[in-house]
């Protein structure tokens, strides 16, 4: 079964800017989770959609954005690109949308450099 | 605040012996720990999950310890490999939260030949 896919791998943008990635979850799992991952703030949860829902949100500004399809492959979206934005992004795909089930499967993330 | 966080940001151990990696997490109402292998230019991998109601729980040479009354959890790896080399997270599930993972800062392990 293949794993958790994430487009583009790398991407370099200038500030003020907007930038899309995509993400395709592993078959059959209906959860994807992103999440942000910089040296200084570690990871850090953006959101998850769930049935083409956005379930849960973290503390990111209203400038980062998200989506999920009907068959469960999610965009995330960030304008107005900042240099602060520069960070690997990370998808993460679960099995099961009901409670109990926690395990996430990552991508391998795509690194957004901002100049 | 609250935070998840890892005792030591670095670990060395030579090739063979049996490598400790720790976590302090201040939720106690946290009801799920997981552990993540993250290699350079990679995503997260995961290795062992534990529940609140468990405190220990074993996978193929890794093992999960879970102190709820000092709120520790350790991940203890047997006779490390240089494969091993990687950076360690845990994280929890915070009540409310599901899918919502907060990690600790990661730990940097390094195998020594």
């Known amino acids: 079964k293949a794993g958790v896919t994430q487009t583009p791998r790398y991407l370099i943008k200038t500030r003020g800017q907007q930038v899309t990635l995509s993400c395709s979850p592993i078959?059959?799992?209906?959860?994807v989770s992103w999440y942000q991952q910089t040296p200084g703030q570690g990871l850090q949860f953006l959101f998850e959609y769930f049935s083409e829902t956005q379930r849960n949100k973290g503390n990111f500004p209203g400038r980062f954005s998200g989506r999920q399809f009907s068959n469960s492959r999610s965009e995330m979206n960030v304008s107005t690109l900042e240099l602060g934005d520069s960070a690997l992004y990370l998808c993460?795909?679960?099995?099961?949308?009901?409670?109990?089930?926690?395990?996430?499967?990552f991508g391998p993330g795509t690194r957004l450099t901002v100049t | 605040g609250e935070s998840v966080g890892l005792h030591l940001p670095t670990l060395s151990v030579q090739e063979g012996d049996n490598s400790i990696i720790n976590c302090a997490y201040s939720n106690s109402a946290s009801d799920y720990f997981i552990w993540y292998k993250q290699e350079s230019g990679k995503g997260p991998q995961f290795i062992i999950d534990?529940?609140?109601?468990?405190d220990k729980r074993q996978g193929q040479r890794v093992t999960v310890l879970l102190n709820k009354t000092v709120k520790h959890l350790s991940l203890q790896i047997a006779a490390t490999q240089p494969g091993d080399s990687a950076v360690y997270f845990c994280?929890?599930?915070?009540?409310?939260?599901?899918?919502?993972?907060?990690f600790g800062s990661g730990t940097q392990l390094t195998v020594l030949p």
């Open positions: 078959s059959g799992h209906r959860s």
């Open positions: 994280a929890e599930n915070r009540p409310g939260s599901a899918r919502q993972l907060t």
């Open positions: 534990i529940r609140s109601n468990m």
């Open positions: 993460a795909s679960t099995p099961d949308g009901l409670s109990g089930v926690y395990e996430q499967y």
